[in-house]
């Protein structure tokens, strides 16, 4: 069945820079993008970026100065990289399948000194 | 950006009612439309895709229309386990946009 997996550090220092990880299973990324999503807590959801089944990518105007999105695809994982993170950037971060139609279950990163 | 106004915020409503969320955009989205159903501490749930088809597994008590540019989520007779926030996403256009949310919560 499809599944994904957000991972990560839960605590990134202020101006220091996130890395997450999205682990795929039940579908292929060659076949399928993949949607990276935050909501901070207690707020709506936003949009940041998605890495498309050819390698493409495209990213919310908003963030992309600080945004990439890449993929290994021998590993099924999609990779998240924010630099210069502030405290407004504290999120639970989620990855969707195009679509939207799965999703996981989403890691909090807190912005913190 | 095209904006999403999603309205009402919160709706208070009875077991049994029929309720209606509705999102209006900005600039011409088509009926790239998806509404969500999020429950505390879970991850959004597909609803309604494409403005008006039910997702897999949905119940058919709700439905998606459009009328313009004005995109509403109606439930029919409201169950208990309807309580929760939905959002409305609109994925024509760059960045793709969510509205804020409407908390639907018992009378």
């Known amino acids: 069945q499809v599944q994904l997996k957000e991972s990560g550090p839960g605590l990134v220092q202020p101006s220091e820079t996130l890395s997450l990880t999205c682990t795929v299973s039940?579908?292929?990324?060659?076949?399928?993008?993949v949607n990276w999503v935050r909501q901070p807590p207690g707020k709506g959801l936003e949009w940041m970026g998605t890495?498309?089944?050819?390698?493409?990518?495209d990213y919310n105007s908003a963030l992309k100065s600080r945004l990439s999105i890449s993929r290994d695809t021998s590993k099924s994982q999609v990779f998240l990289k924010m630099n210069s993170l502030q405290t407004e950037d504290t999120a639970i971060y989620l990855c969707?399948?195009?679509?939207?139609?799965?999703w996981g279950q989403g890691t909090l990163v807190t912005v913190s000194s | 950006d095209i904006q999403m106004t999603q309205s009402p915020s919160s709706l208070p409503a009875s077991l049994g009612d029929r309720v209606t969320i509705t999102c209006r955009a900005s600039?011409?989205?088509?009926?790239?439309l998806r509404w969500f159903q999020q429950k505390p501490g879970k991850s959004p749930r597909l609803m309604i895709y494409?403005?008006?088809n039910l997702a897999a597994g949905v119940p058919s008590r709700f439905s998606g229309s459009r009328s313009g540019s004005d995109y509403s989520l109606t439930i029919n007779s409201l169950e208990s386990e309807d309580m929760a926030i939905y959002y409305c996403?609109?994925?024509?256009?760059?960045?793709?946009?969510f509205g804020a949310g409407t908390k639907l919560e018992l009378k």
């Open positions: 890495i498309w089944n050819d390698g493409s990518t």
């Open positions: 996403l609109q994925h024509n256009e760059y960045p793709y946009t």
């Open positions: 494409g403005a008006t």
């Open positions: 600039q011409d989205i088509g009926n790239y």
């Open positions: 969707a399948r195009r679509g939207f139609a799965y």
């Open positions: 039940g579908f292929s990324l060659t076949s399928y993008g």
